[in-house]
């Protein structure tokens, strides 16, 4: 019922198809063992916190044993645009990891920001501010992009 | 004593393009910004674009059907 909008939000995440895979698939399996405990109100916020969580988790484990990778966020972009959604997902990969993550739950998932709170462990405050932030970067990004081409 | 500082200005600001900002707060955070040139916000100037979904699916929803099970089952 939520695979879909998990995998969503892992993999604009994480960048890779089955990393992506295996963190919904491990998120069903945390959210699995416990269903009994989960009021069913609470179910989705409840597995896209399990997710959140084990994509972070993984996410550290992937950089400890691959210190050697670039990171993303300094990367040229060296290719041509093809559209907009190749301009915004370049954009949204080098916002900062928590920008990136509060502005999906935001728009993919149509939470408010006190769920957002609640699912990356932040304020309602600091919700508001990184996706402020996020938001500015965006529009900034995509403007200098539409002055290039 | 105002609550607008330099660590969540930002997020009266949002609530402020959003249209959700109490008329109190707007006041404020006029103030805040009058004092704080440095910010350089220009309020007339914000407007964000959301973003869309773009129809992404979890592609092996089978395998989680079969995690469904095992977990049932054991």
């Known amino acids: 019922m939520y695979a879909d909008g998990l995998y969503r939000f892992?993999?604009?995440?994480?960048?890779?198809?089955?990393?992506?895979?295996?963190?919904?698939?491990d998120t069903f399996e945390k959210v699995w063992v416990k269903v009994d405990?989960?009021?069913y109100e609470k179910a989705k916020s409840y597995m896209f916190t399990t997710a959140y969580h084990t994509m972070i988790e993984k996410i550290r484990r992937n950089r400890s044993?691959?210190?050697?990778?670039?990171?993303?966020?300094?990367?040229?972009?060296s290719g041509q645009y093809t559209g907009a959604n190749e301009a915004l997902n370049e954009a949204l990969q080098r916002l900062p990891d928590m920008q990136?993550?509060?502005?999906?739950?935001?728009?993919y998932e149509g939470y408010d920001y006190a769920a957002i709170g609640e699912i990356t462990g932040l304020s309602e405050s600091q919700v508001k501010v990184y996706i402020f932030r996020a938001r500015v970067f965006l529009k900034e990004y995509l403007v200098s992009i539409d002055n290039v081409l | 004593m105002s609550r607008i500082n330099?660590?969540?200005?930002?997020?009266?600001?949002?609530?402020?393009?959003?249209?959700?900002?109490s008329a109190a707060d707007r006041e404020e955070l006029v103030l805040f910004l009058a004092q704080h040139p440095d910010l350089d916000?220009?309020?007339?100037?914000?407007?964000?674009?959301?973003?869309d979904d773009e129809g992404i699916s979890f592609p092996d929803k089978e395998s989680l059907k079969k995690q469904v099970y095992l977990v049932l089952m054991n």
Request: hydrophobic fraction near 40%; avoid cysteine; proline fraction near 0%.
């Open chain 1, 10 to 25: 892992v993999l604009k995440n994480m960048r890779d198809e089955d990393d992506a895979h295996d963190v919904v698939q």
């Open chain 1, 37 to 39: 405990t989960i009021q």
């Open chain 1, 65 to 77: 044993t691959d210190l050697d990778e670039a990171d993303l966020s300094s990367q040229t972009h």
């Open chain 1, 100 to 107: 990136r993550s509060v502005l999906m739950l935001r728009d």
């Open chain 2, 6 to 21: 330099h660590d969540n200005y930002e997020a009266f600001l949002l609530d402020m393009v959003e249209g959700t900002i």
């Open chain 2, 41 to 51: 916000v220009d309020l007339d100037g914000l407007e964000f674009a959301t973003l």
